[in-house]
């Protein structure tokens, strides 16, 4: 169920980063204040608290009401609330060149 849920997180994250990254290499990159990757990790890192604090509103709306043991909570929390923002936050900023290429590469993966 997740996984069918992280195309479109990823594609909302997606057209953001894309115009960044455009900001990136018509200012930034000529005047060499920061790198690439300097970029994409501070990018990253402010998207990260919004996507746990969603994922963890989503584990709780999905674990607790579905009925699952409790003894298995710790982990399903660590793969839904901290691994999967994570992944999907990678996978939007990861494919493609620009946003039509990105979307039709999502499809196949």
């Known amino acids: 169920m997740s ?4 195309v479109p ?9 894309l115009g960044m990254r455009r900001v990136f290499e018509i200012r930034e990159r000529p005047s060499r204040m920061y790198s690439w990757s300097a970029m994409v990790t501070s990018l ?12 963890g509103l989503f584990f709780l709306c999905w674990f607790f009401t579905v009925g699952f043991d409790n003894d298995r909570a710790g982990f399903t929390y660590l793969m839904m609330g901290v691994v999967f ?3 999907y936050t990678m996978n939007g900023m990861s494919f493609g060149p620009c946003g039509r290429i990105t979307v039709h590469l999502k499809g196949q993966f």
């Open 85 to 87: 923002p994570m992944y």
């Open 9 to 17: 997180l990823s594609n909302q994250l997606q057209f953001a980063f």
């Open 44 to 55: 990253w890192l402010t998207e990260l608290p919004w996507n746990f604090l969603g994922s």
């Open 3 to 6: 996984t069918i849920i992280s």
